[in-house]
């Protein structure tokens, strides 16, 4: 079993001080690469979906979420209100506001719907210090944020689009759900009022559900304020269960915020906001994946590939030829030629790919490969090797090698 918040320290991907606060970590160089890695997969695979990117402030007045309802209904996780200039501005506590003043922004026909918009991006809760933990509960999350603007009949068909997103990327990441929870309103008081628009809603992703062959369980009570949601629920080695994706309709904030858009009868109609987020933050997302892996990440995310081992100095000139070969490819490369060829190899123990170069290998243009699972394959070209590794890297791939 791993602990993300002790190995994470330990493989240098990330650390904290008491300067700038308890559950606001930052990252180190190695840390830095997976993040980075990681939101690039979940741009590119955005931007194949239809998906186009925005960036939104941190920060809106505090009439914003008393319109959208999170002052009301949300505002014990949020923190106090800023007095700036006459005015009261407030840390977000989540994108879907200012993704509806952006969609309100511009007029819309019913031929640009479904309209897409996604952002990666920075909100804020105050959590009590005795929750925080780690990166699975933060005070700053970066959050994988997208908000879909539909019409009625295409909300069930743009949820299952987002949820066969989520299992591709969970594929891709080497990791799985632990259940899906269909999260349902529980007592009021802690929901919007309507009652029409939340059984429309919770229809429509049961629909979704079912035609999607997963097995799911209803629970109440653990709905967004606005809406019910999928929950996409994982698990840590200790058991304990916590949401990383999510797939929500919203009637709600489309008529706080008075959204439109023309239809075909040149009449002006509401649309809906389906909520969607295929990773969740990037924190959690990133510390289930360490503890999933053990820091072995899939050879797409691993801040280092290819680690290059010259058996002695007699082949340094050639290591270094493969290194830039290797870093030209855009993989991520190191040169590891100090001490034993032993210790080396065991210093690169979660390094996906290992090219070892000995004197044969420095004439011949060859590199010996060893993966880090402890298999081994006879030297091959060099560019060969780059061309292969590179391949699988690109498609994302969780196998290491392939025939």
């Not at 840390?31 to 741009?43: D, K, P, S, W």
């Not at 309100?104 to 990666?120: D, G, N, Q, W």
């Amino acid at each position: 079993m791993h602990d993300h918040r002790k190995l994470g320290r330990e493989l240098d991907l990330f650390d904290t001080d008491p300067l700038i606060g308890a559950g606001l970590p930052y990252w180190l160089p190695d840390g830095a690469i997976v993040r980075h890695t990681l939101e690039e997969y979940i741009r590119d695979a955005e931007r194949r979906a239809g998906y186009r990117h925005v960036y939104s402030p941190v920060l809106g007045k505090r009439v914003l979420y008393e319109i959208s309802g999170h002052w009301e209904h949300y505002s014990d996780d949020m923190y106090p209100p800023m007095e700036v200039g006459g005015e009261q501005l407030v840390l977000r506590p989540g994108l879907c506001p200012h993704h509806a003043l952006i969609y309100r922004s511009r007029s819309h026909s019913y031929r640009e719907l479904p309209l897409r918009i996604a952002e990666l991006g920075g909100m804020y809760r105050s959590e009590m210090s005795g929750a925080l933990g780690g990166l699975t509960r933060v005070r700053a999350i970066q959050l994988n944020d997208a908000h879909i603007f539909c019409t009625l009949d295409q909300v069930a068909e743009e949820a299952a689009a987002a949820l066969e997103l989520i299992r591709s990327a969970y594929r891709a990441m080497g990791i799985s759900a632990a259940r899906y929870r269909l999260s349902l309103p529980g007592p009021e008081g802690k929901y919007v009022v309507g009652q029409d628009m939340w059984e429309q809603a919770s229809e429509l992703l049961v629909a979704v559900l079912d035609g999607s062959g997963l097995e799911y369980e209803a629970v109440e009570g653990e709905a967004a304020f606005y809406g019910p949601k999928i929950d996409v629920q994982v698990r840590d080695g200790a058991g304990r269960e916590s949401t990383l994706s999510t797939v929500q309709v919203d009637f709600h904030q489309p008529a706080q915020f008075d959204l439109h858009y023309v239809g075909a009868d040149g009449g002006k109609h509401r649309p809906v906001m389906v909520h969607r987020s295929i990773i969740g933050s990037v924190e959690r997302a990133v510390a289930h994946l360490i503890e999933q892996h053990g820091g072995a990440f899939p050879a797409w995310l691993a801040p280092v590939q290819v680690a290059v081992l010259p058996v002695s100095e007699s082949e340094s000139s050639a290591a270094v030829e493969f290194l830039e070969r290797c870093i030209a490819a855009g993989l991520r490369a190191q040169l590891l030629d100090a001490g034993s060829l032993g210790a080396r190899v065991r210093t690169a123990r979660l390094v996906p790919y290992q090219a070892v170069i000995g004197p044969i290998e420095a004439v011949s243009g060859e590199v010996a490969v060893r993966l880090r699972d402890g298999r081994r394959f006879a030297a091959q070209p060099a560019d060969v090797v780059v061309s292969h590794i590179g391949a699988l890297v690109k498609d994302h791939s969780i196998d290491l090698w392939s025939a």
